[in-house]
């Protein structure tokens, strides 16, 4: 049972939460936006963090109290970019339909190519994969032998493009350049190549894209959104679940405890993996700024600098084991629980202005960008994938897609 003092902070944070998301709703005209998918997920994520296990994954209430305000401050960003209901439907930008089927095809050909070459560098036979799916992905998890392998940085951009290939392709269907089955099989395709580690980011990064980008380019009525998103909701969730328990019978990592059990290390212990951050236990890097990650990179790509704070988080010393930390982890670090708030606000207020722009003109590249960084506040509950190099990637990468396939001064 949660205490009097808990029950008032939850009954305050979540009505504030909930004011702030109708004013959203009734300048959006959506109820499925990025800041109303951060908000299921962030809320859902404290709520489990305080009632699972008889409260072992509890954190004390000035944490909760932090989280809290994180949340206002994140929806406060929307509120204030967005300031009038945005009136009307823009129509979607013209595509020329032959540069861009070329460059949906160089697109997947590229992820192919990186993930051939991806198997190679481990010893595996790309035929093999394929053959042992699922034995194969569950083994290459535990092994953790993809840390040993040395990507290009020319090959490693095509990883996980279908972030690009993806909205483009759903493009091409919507002005029929396409058949409902050349879409299918680029989905098909995009899904088995994003096993290969045994994670379930690119999974989540697939469904989330997707299911925006499906959206904004086709416009479905509320009632088939939200049941379309349920389905990949329970989806997602299923699939998470039989991982995990597999995973968690594998191995070692989770040998104390039940294999269901291990589910707590990555739904609901992040809160209080940020809780061990902020007394103090975490080994923070010497020097650097995490929140640079993607200037970090670039730095040492150039051999401007020698190291920098990784994207690898130790284990929290919790009940149940976890290495996520909520994306506050990286603020916090540099610059304490202020910073932290600082940047929920501004990470808000950004999606806000990306997803205020995509409203106003529907082209790929703002639909791309957009699609991407709402699977980026998907993952909040976990970790910042807003400071990665894939994001300025992504973009310039759209970008300049948006320039070679659009149709000047059109429409339809």
């Known amino acids: 049972m949660l205490s009097a003092n808990y029950l008032l902070v939850n009954l305050i944070g979540f009505a504030v939460a909930l004011v702030m ?4 709703r009734e300048r959006t005209g959506e109820w499925l936006t990025f800041a109303h998918i951060f908000s299921f997920l962030w809320g859902a994520n404290l709520i489990v963090s305080q009632l699972v296990l008889d409260g072992l994954l509890r954190t004390e209430i000035e944490t909760l109290m932090i989280l809290y305000a994180a949340w206002w401050l994140f929806l406060i960003g929307p509120i204030i970019i967005i300031k009038r209901p945005i009136i009307g439907k ?19 050909v590229g992820q192919l190519i990186a993930f051939i070459y991806e198997m190679v560098a481990i010893g595996i036979n790309p035929i093999d994969y394929f053959r042992d799916y ?3 992905g569950s083994e290459l998890r535990i092994s953790n032998i993809y840390s040993t392998i040395k990507y290009p940085f020319s090959l490693s951009i095509w990883r996980w493009d279908h972030v690009l290939y993806v909205p483009l392709a759903l493009f091409l269907h919507f002005k029929r350049a396409i058949s409902s089955k050349v879409l299918a099989s680029v989905f098909l395709l995009s899904f088995f190549l994003s096993w290969g580690k045994f994670t379930r980011a690119p999974f989540i990064q697939l469904a989330v894209t ?14 088939i959104r939200y049941i379309v998103g349920s389905l990949v909701a329970s989806t997602l969730v299923l699939g998470f679940v039989l991982t995990q ?35 103090g236990y975490f080994p923070r890097a010497e020097s650097g700024y995490y929140s640079l990650e993607s200037v970090n990179y670039i730095l040492f790509k150039l051999s401007l600098i020698d190291t920098y704070p990784g994207l690898d988080r130790p284990y929290a010393a919790m009940p149940y084991e976890t290495n996520v930390y909520t994306f506050l982890d990286v603020f916090t670090l540099d610059k304490g629980v202020g910073f932290a708030l600082i940047g929920s606000f501004l990470t808000g207020a950004l999606v806000a202005w990306v997803y205020f722009k995509m409203r106003l003109r529907r082209t790929y590249a703002h639909i791309t960008i957009y699609s991407y960084l709402a699977y980026c506040c998907a993952m909040a509950i976990a970790n910042n994938e807003f400071i990665r190099i894939a994001v300025p990637i992504n973009i310039i990468l759209a970008i300049i897609i948006n320039f070679l396939i659009s149709r000047r001064g059109k429409a339809c």
């Open 210 to 223: 997707s299911f925006i980008a499906w959206i904004v380019i086709y416009r479905p009525p509320p009632r």
């Open 90 to 108: 823009q129509p979607i930008m013209a595509l020329n339909k032959i540069p861009a089927i070329a460059i949906l095809i160089i697109l997947v």
């Open 134 to 136: 699922f034995w194969l």
């Open 21 to 24: 998301l109708w004013v959203i």
């Open 245 to 279: 328990y597999s995973l968690g019978k594998q191995t070692n990592l989770f040998s104390r405890i039940l294999p269901t059990q291990s589910l707590y290390g990555y739904i609901g212990a992040s809160p209080m993996a940020y809780e061990t951050l902020l007394r």
